[in-house]
């Protein structure tokens, strides 16, 4: 009978590491699938100052590249937002492109994250925060001189000839070439490090207000 007991008991136990060994697994290859960076947001809004482009962005730091960053690596991110032209006989011609380079740095005596974009900066004390405010892009509304409300502005009448006449990308990516130097060649070849976004594309409208959600 303690036989059979004991035994009883030993089936259990090795279902239930089983079973934790299965729970392991999928969470390790989720915490895997989250990591890079993704689109949340895509949005083109007619203002008062002109035509203006905006994204946001999910940034999942893999464990490497955040513990690079916790180790003093300054990490710069590269986001991008353009307009192009669609011409059935030839390649997309770029109308405008707005290109913005941050910095995102840890300081170890202050414990806390910088995120820099020129000569303005700020810190926070968590990395999900910095995070937040890293994916957030707005690029400088299209000139009015291009966009008149009238019809006869350039971008006007661009939007004006065709539904598909002019599109939006927006992407964004860790440029791996401002690392420090030995760390360039292993994060050419290293996965953890490549974190992009996929393009993402969407058809403008003339419409006072037009925002997409991917």
Request: with cysteine.
């Amino acid at each position: 009978m303690t036989g059979s007991f004991m035994h009883c008991c030993t089936n259990k136990l090795d279902r239930l590491h089983r079973a934790a060994w299965v729970i392991c697994l999928w969470l390790c290859a989720a915490a895997a699938s989250a990591e890079g960076i993704s689109i949340n947001k895509a949005e083109a809004r007619l203002t008062e100052e002109g035509y203006q482009l905006s994204a946001d962005y999910d940034i999942q730091l893999s464990h490497t590249v955040e513990t690079a960053l916790q180790h003093g690596v300054t990490l710069y991110f590269i986001s991008e937002l353009s307009i192009n032209r669609s011409r059935w006989y030839w390649l997309d011609t770029e109308v405008i492109r707005d290109e913005q380079t941050a910095k995102l740095s840890f300081n170890a005596l202050t414990q806390q994250y910088r995120i820099t974009r020129g000569s303005l900066f700020q810190s926070f004390s968590e990395l999900k925060d910095a995070l937040t405010v890293l994916g957030h892009q707005i690029a400088p509304p299209v000139p009015v001189a291009l966009l008149d409300k009238n019809g006869g502005g350039y971008f006007s009448r661009l939007l004006k000839k065709g539904s598909d006449c002019c599109s939006a990308v927006a992407q964004m990516r860790l440029d791996v070439t401002q690392l420090p130097k030995p760390l360039q060649v292993n994060a050419l070849t290293n996965e953890d490090w490549n974190l992009k976004s996929e393009p993402y594309r969407w058809v403008l409208s003339p419409d006072a207000e037009k925002a997409l959600q991917p």
